[in-house]
């Protein structure tokens, strides 16, 4: 089974802080995705990356920037933390033959105060 | 543009009864497929069930069946004998292979079901 991990699942920030959400991967996945949930917006995508240092934005990469520097490894980072984004963060990964299910990490709530 | 929606932000079922929920989707792509994802409260995405857009016939997991209507783009799931274990966030969702395989997945907004005893 694949198995991605998040390295938190709840973690409380201040605005103005730099903050690095991980995830790792143990599949040898090519393609690793970063996505916020919000109520009553589903899962909006915000990077995503096809290969080591490879990436992509995704709809809302604004605030937000990501790292790849290992295929096992993938970080989301927010630059200087701001309220409103105070959400959930799930990392996914997808082993490239088309159809196959992404997998996701068990999330992040993130709370920026 | 490619979209999914979920019309029904919330719906509750007894246990042991039948519950649909609605997805339809819109794409211009021929070669794609759909999921239904499970977010149990406080636990980890999971695929419920997926259909490749170039069968007809609609699949089925044990209790979970969809009803795929590639031409009105609709692809609703189809929950039977309903388990309080069945209570979750459920996500429609798509990937299109389009020019590049990314496995990039198009959401919908998401339908909290409950189960009741």
């Known amino acids: 089974d694949v198995k991605v991990t998040q390295s938190s699942r709840y973690l409380v920030k201040r605005t103005g802080e730099k903050v690095f959400l991980e995830c790792v991967q143990d599949?040898?996945?090519?393609?690793m995705f970063w996505y916020r949930q919000d109520p009553g917006l589903g899962l909006r995508l915000i990077y995503f990356?096809?290969?080591?240092?490879?990436?992509e934005k995704g709809d809302i990469p604004e605030g937000y920037s990501v790292s790849r520097e290992k295929k096992e490894r993938f970080s989301l980072i927010l630059e200087s933390a701001s309220t409103n984004q105070t959400s959930m963060y799930l990392c996914?990964?997808?082993?490239?033959?088309?159809?196959?299910?992404?997998?996701f990490g068990d999330g992040t709530r993130l709370s920026i105060l | 543009a490619q979209t999914v929606t979920q019309s029904q932000p919330e719906m509750s079922v007894q246990e042991a009864e039948t519950v649909t929920l609605s997805c339809t989707y819109d794409?211009?792509?021929?070669?794609?497929?759909l999921f239904w994802y499970k977010q149990p409260p406080s636990r980890q995405m999971i695929l419920v069930i997926r259909?490749?857009?170039?069968?007809?016939q609609n699949a089925t997991e044990n209790r979970f069946s969809v009803n795929f209507q590639k031409a009105a783009k609709s692809f609703s799931l189809k929950i039977s004998d309903s388990q309080l274990g069945d209570t979750a966030m459920y996500f429609c969702?798509?990937?299109?292979?389009?020019?590049?395989?990314?496995?990039?997945?198009?959401f919908g907004q998401g339908t909290t079901l409950q189960v009741k005893p």
């Open positions: 996914a990964s997808y082993g490239g033959v088309f159809g196959q299910p992404q997998h």
């Open positions: 599949m040898d996945h090519e393609n």
């Open positions: 990356s096809y290969d080591v240092k490879m990436k």
């Open positions: 794409t211009s792509e021929n070669n794609y497929y």
């Open positions: 259909q490749e857009a170039y069968k007809q």
């Open positions: 969702a798509f990937m299109i292979h389009g020019s590049g395989n990314t496995g990039k997945l198009i």
